[in-house]
């Protein structure tokens, strides 16, 4: 009888923790990426502070393209060795943090 009872009551125990229901909690994340609008440029178009910045900073950099927007900065795409990589710069050469 001690046996009976005693696996009655695991059985009921093992039953019961499969009744415990988990809380879901969903976190909802919104990312609002605001997109300057840059218009390209030539590369004789380029200030010459610009260019000597980049040539002062970064001596192997070959640059690809350059954009402009309206408030005078300059988007950079440039070849580090071998690597694409985008700069910001103002018109006088100052780097931008972007």
Not at 66 to 94: M, P, Q
Request: proline share 3%; aromatic share 8%.
């Amino acid at each position: 009888m001690k046996k009976l009872i005693l696996s009655a009551a695991i059985v009921l125990g093992s039953v019961s923790t499969y009744a415990i229901t988990v809380p879901n909690s969903v976190e909802v994340v919104k990312t609002i990426t605001i997109q300057e609008e840059y218009t390209e440029v030539e590369l004789e178009a380029v200030p010459a502070a610009i260019i000597e910045a980049l040539k002062a900073a970064y001596p192997s950099a070959v640059l690809d393209k350059a954009y402009i927007n309206a408030a005078k900065e300059y988007k950079l795409e440039v070849t580090i060795e071998g690597k694409k990589e985008n700069l910001f710069a103002d018109e006088s050469g100052k780097w931008i943090q972007k």
